[in-house]
């Protein structure tokens, strides 16, 4: 194979669906410790109490607060983040576990609320801090490099609250602060770093379902992606200040979208597919400024952003060193009515008749990773990452203690496989971690069967489990 020497094989989490401790040494709430479990078939809700003390559960992603109401934990509910695998405490055995497998990077994500629990505050919590330290600590005393992403879908909750998370400016004052804090703390340590995790979600999660946003919800999305595009940018410059060694990445949900038929309008359609989920966020971060369709895109649902002359000058001094992104699946762009269509976590749309699918609804597809990655690395010529890549599925122990997952060595093979040939047609590709290299609490389904490898957790949907480690 042409994997280069050096290169970076590892594995993948998140904090916050990891590393438990919720409430622990002075931690914060973020809005995943206030999200249910759920299933395929039944979503993961937010819970809020309302002015009146009433407590309620919903399940729209997009929901906001009513007046005088605030989120809680309420106590019909189930919260598996809450827990996670408790990497919090299992850290150096999980470790010690990735080492054996010759791991070269592990990526993990900082919880900004173990370092600021509100998000507001002047200086850091020593606790959260020492916590990063001691794993890093312990990454490097088995030469793993932490490939470290700042803001994983975890907001302190009080800003959400207080400040309407992302709709608020302020925010990108308060994500510097706490990016600058990581940078200054583990210098020396930490030099991968990714600013924001599938940042491109927040438009592509609107039309996920076939349930088209409206310009309101559009409005806003495309406002909180300009002042994370802004927070992003002042990061890479500030990490790069502190020290000229660091390398500064976007991450971008990567799907590779194809035309259902050879009708042009779904050529067409597939293309204008791909300028708004996939390059509108990689063109900003990568040219350091917005592409000319973007003016299609927001005149399409009205949108006027608030941008400023230092927003545009903080973008172009902030580019990213490096390309990352994740990826499970492709997806059929058509403009006809289809019988066949695909429902699953995350997924809709036309079921793809050359592809198989997992239990959730993901297709298997590592042609399309070889293509995603020729055809954005020919865009940006910029070193890239795969930095999530997996199979969810049921992994059953066998009554010796034994667990055996052919599917997934069938899965990674042929992913491995595409990458390789990727490099082979040129594509300067430096790692890959795959996802999750523990079993840890899907995002989606806020679920533990949904199970990645290559470590099995001894805990279950209901919540019960001994936390123990099996390979």
């Not at 438990?20 to 039944?42: F, I, L, M, Q, Y």
């Not at 927040?202 to 999305?221: E, H, P």
């Not at 060694?245 to 979208?257: P, Q, S």
Request: overall charge negative; hydrophobic content about 35%; glycine content about 8%.
């Amino acid at each position: 194979m042409s994997f280069p020497k050096g290169f970076l094989w590892g594995g993948a989490t998140a904090a916050n669906q990891c590393e438990g401790a919720w409430n622990v040494d002075g931690r914060g709430p973020a809005k995943t410790d206030v999200t249910t479990g759920g299933s395929v078939k039944e979503p993961r809700k937010i819970t809020y109490v309302d002015k009146d003390g009433n407590g309620h559960a919903v399940a729209d992603r997009n929901f906001e607060l009513p007046e005088g109401a605030h989120y809680a934990v309420l106590d019909d509910y189930l919260y598996p983040n809450h827990d996670g695998i408790d990497f919090y405490h299992h850290y150096k055995e999980d470790i010690a576990l990735f080492a054996e497998m010759g791991f070269k990077v592990f990526r993990m994500s900082i919880s900004w609320s173990r370092l600021y629990p509100n998000g507001d505050e002047e200086t850091p919590n020593p606790k959260g801090l020492e916590f990063y330290r001691n794993v890093f600590l312990e990454l490097k005393k088995y030469n793993i490099e932490p490939l470290v992403t700042i803001w994983h879908f975890d907001t302190p909750l009080y800003l959400e609250e207080h400040y309407g998370g992302w709709n608020n400016r302020q925010l990108i004052t308060f994500y510097e602060r706490f990016a600058k804090t990581c940078f200054n703390e583990y210098k020396g340590l930490v030099k991968y770093w990714l600013t924001f995790n599938e940042i491109n979600n927040t438009v592509m999660m609107l039309d996920l379902f076939g349930n088209k946003g409206d310009d309101t919800q559009y409005q806003k999305a495309y406002q909180q992606l300009h002042y994370q595009f802004v927070a992003s940018a002042r990061a890479v410059k500030i990490g790069h200040e502190i020290d000229p060694e660091n390398k500064i990445g976007c991450m971008i949900c990567g799907i590779t979208f194809y035309p259902a038929t050879c009708d042009p309008a779904d050529i067409l359609l597939n293309r204008h597919n791909w300028e708004k989920n996939i390059f509108y966020c990689g063109d900003v971060q990568c040219f350091g400024k917005y592409p000319t369709y973007a003016k299609r895109l927001w005149k399409e649902h009205h949108v006027e952003l608030d941008i400023t002359k230092q927003d545009l000058q903080d973008l172009k001094e902030g580019v990213v060193d490096m390309y990352t992104f994740s990826y499970y699946m492709s997806s059929l762009v058509t403009t006809h009515q289809v019988k066949d269509q695909v429902s699953g976590n995350f997924t809709a749309g036309a079921r793809n008749e050359y592809l198989k699918y997992s239990d959730w609804g993901w297709a298997f597809d590592p042609t399309g990773l070889q293509y995603y990655l020729e055809m954005v690395y020919d865009r940006y010529e910029i070193p890239m990452m795969v930095v999530e890549n997996g199979l969810g599925a049921f992994d059953e122990v066998e009554e010796d203690g034994s667990i055996h997952d052919p599917y997934r060595l069938d899965y990674y093979r042929e992913h491995i496989q595409a990458m390789d040939k990727a490099i082979c047609n040129g594509v300067d590709l430096i790692g890959y971690t795959t996802w999750g290299c523990i079993d840890l609490v899907s995002a989606g389904t806020g679920e533990m069967r949904k199970r990645y490898g290559f470590i099995y957790v001894d805990k279950h949907d209901d919540g019960t489990g001994t936390m123990e480690r099996k390979k």
